[in-house]
DNA sequence: CTGAAAGCGCTTACAG
DNA sequence: CTGAAAGCGCTTACAG
């Protein structure tokens, strides 16, 4: 900038003013000064004006696994916002590692970013309480905020699985199981207490062996799945946690003798392609992400008040799998 | 920074040597410091210290759509790379839109991001060169960049094809539709050319009605094969030129009455547990991530050199829907 | 309409 | 071992 100043003969702030096409300058000036900038292909720093600004125009999100076809359209839906605010998206794969987590979100506080949206892998959150304090909006989805209190848009999982066992009781099954991700994961032991709760609804027993929490491998998934199916007292029907878990679960059960009950935690492509459909509890990620991104904003944008909470609620999609009736 | 060193009762430059580990500071001096840096909750702005530094280690990662199920491995494995070298990651999707692809380049370029990765929307990069020439690394990926060298990381496109449509051939087919994305995108047109040599080579003829570009919007897709299926030379198989469209195709193909023989491009979940299985010809979207990250490193890490293209290959991966035999 | 000075928060190059 | 000065590339607050 101090290169095109001196070749037009101007003065820094004058340059500036053309960059930024702020009023009262000469269209001589103007022309003077472009050229200038043409001829030393000049291309202004933002990094330097946000630091002399205050806000930098970006956002971090820090989700599980940019991949994971749940994630994917959140992001997406964030970026959307974040576009339409002009702002750029800095983005983080936690991998469900709380030090990720932390790494990630204090890399992103520390280049000064104006907000955050955290899907959170970590269940204390008071590492963020200073960067909270010093003015990064902060918004929690998908899982809530731990420690502290926050601005967060979820899921009623608990009343999502209600709606599913539910559903699998109405259809005649008595002896149902639930096959969950890792219990230290918020999600996964929200959908647990839902299907604890609407067993007891119906007044139907659990037994233990029919409630299996744990990682989304597959080979656990069809062992522990093989267990529920093959006990002295085999389970008839299956809610299954999430997605991950589900894909493992249909290849399972398509080489099984016996028709078994399905219902799914999280909808996905093809579902209804297959033979029965799947039935599931869809929730809308892209939803997620946008309400989450547009809390945020009104924050930037100077909304106060207390921390902010939004339920989203999931919703039953029939498709063959979840109204098989029992066969013993 | 200032008021730590207020505190602490030291300069500038000896706060900064506690903050970043610098050798040559007394015990009692950093344990002063330390106290004021903790009492201040002061957090050091990596932004400024970049402006100084020169480098922003960032990258900008610009894809077609954050959300598709291809390109989202592709960008986790962009974000692992570039956490390996303690870079941050910016992500944008174009939305196959070039002004878009434009205007995230350039605002990305104007935070200096180090480098970027961009899977082309525009075919014409021009735009590019002064930011290229100012040392802004760049890797082009999945898509050739238009009207500059640079290097590349691209799928053999039509070698995938050819294989696909010659698997095919071999299970008996003569009359072989395809039906691809848009021409004006690269892969969609180098895939279609791959279509035609696969015909050639077997002296089979192509009829024009058995070839269909656009949109990959359900209704399009839909109408266009309910039309090469019912002409008065109906296709008996069809290659399917991505996973978007291999989804509604699979969906108009499951209410057909006839079996008809498919292979899609590009792989994509559950694909086996589909009845029949999907054939398809498979690239790997993380590797073609990984591939073009590792070459932005190099090249940030100094290596020289021209343009560096590399092509990787899709392969076969037979399920059942590629070797249905011709009915009639 | 235009510009010189000070400052955003840090680091570099030097001197003590 | 420590610090004052200058500078990274911009904008703000003023003065003319």
Redesign the pocket.
């Known amino acids: ?1 101090k290169d095109v100043a001196a070749r037009a ?6 340059v ?2 053309v ?2 096409e702020e ?4 269209e ?2 103007i022309a003077r000064v472009q050229a200038a900038i043409d001829a030393l292909g ?4 933002d990094s ?2 946000l ?3 205050g806000r930098t125009a970006s956002i971090g999100l820090v989700l599980e696994d940019l991949a994971d076809p749940f994630y994917a359209p959140l992001s997406r839906a964030v970026e959307e916002v974040a576009r339409a605010h002009a702002n750029l998206l800095f983005t983080g794969s936690s991998a469900e590692d709380s030090a990720r987590e932390q790494e990630l979100v204090l890399a992103f506080c520390a280049r000064r970013v104006d907000g955050l949206i955290v899907v959170p892998a970590s269940d204390d959150h008071r590492y963020l309480e200073p960067e909270m304090a010093a003015g990064v909006a902060t918004v929690f989805v998908d899982r809530p905020a731990g420690q502290i209190t926050a601005d967060e848009v979820l899921t009623d999982n608990a009343g999502g699985v209600r709606e599913g066992v539910a559903h699998l009781v109405a259809h005649g099954h008595r002896r149902i199981g639930f096959l969950g991700d890792r219990p230290h994961i918020h999600t996964a032991t929200e959908r647990l207490r839902g299907y604890r709760e609407a067993m007891a609804a119906a007044a139907l027993p659990v037994h233990d062996s029919w409630v299996s929490m744990g990682p989304t491998a597959p080979d656990r998934v069809r062992s522990e799945l093989e267990r529920m199916l093959a006990g002295p007292e085999p389970v008839t029907a299956l809610f299954v946690g999430n997605n991950r878990i589900t894909v493992t679960a249909v290849r399972v059960l398509a080489r099984y003798g016996r028709p078994v009950a399905l219902v799914g935690f999280d909808d996905f492509e093809l579902a209804d392609l297959l033979r029965p459909g799947i039935s599931v509890i869809a929730q809308d990620p892209a939803l997620l992400g946008r309400t989450a991104a547009r809390l945020l904003f009104r924050r930037l944008d100077g909304a106060a008040g207390p921390p902010h909470r939004v339920e989203l609620s999931g919703h039953l999609i029939a498709r063959g799998s979840g109204e098989i009736p029992p066969t013993h």
């Open positions: 900038m003969g101007v003065g820094l702030k004058t500036s003013r960059v930024n009023a009262g300058v000469t001589t000036t000049f291309r202004r720093n330097a004006r630091l002399r600004k």
